[in-house]
């Protein structure tokens, strides 16, 4: 990655991190909205999969600890940077198991 890429995600991490900090008590119950549902797809697909129980049962154990630890830190109020990028984690891996039970 080129670091004319780095400098454009970063400025946007930053946009979005001050907007949030602004909003926050608005933007956190739309991120556990909007958190929750992808997460539901996500458990959804998982067991609907037909892979081993073993595999399964451990990514589904991930997505549900990431999308707890995300909920716990709003109802924590923890720092605005943190909740955030508990968020972007959460949802992140949540779409990328979505993208690999999709392939």
């Keep these: 990655?080129?670091?004319?890429?780095?400098?454009?995600?970063?400025?946007l991490y930053n946009n979005l991190l001050e907007e949030f900090n602004r909003g926050q008590m608005g933007?956190?119950?739309?991120?556990?909205?909007?958190?929750?549902c992808i997460g539901s797809v996500t458990i959804m697909m998982i067991l609907m999969s037909d892979f081993p129980k073993v595999p399964l049962l451990s990514l589904l154990f991930l997505v549900t600890i990431f999308c707890m630890?995300?909920?716990?830190?709003?109802?924590?109020?923890?720092k605005p940077?943190?909740?955030?990028?508990?968020?972007i984690l959460s949802e992140v891996f949540s779409?990328?198991?979505?993208?690999l039970f999709l392939i």
């Design 1 to 11: 990655m080129s670091s004319g890429n780095k400098f454009k995600y970063m400025k």
């Design 95 to 99: 779409c990328i198991v979505i993208a």
């Design 69 to 78: 630890i995300f909920n716990g830190a709003v109802l924590a109020q923890l």
């Design 81 to 87: 940077k943190l909740t955030f990028n508990l968020f």
């Design 27 to 36: 933007y956190t119950a739309i991120a556990i909205i909007g958190q929750s």
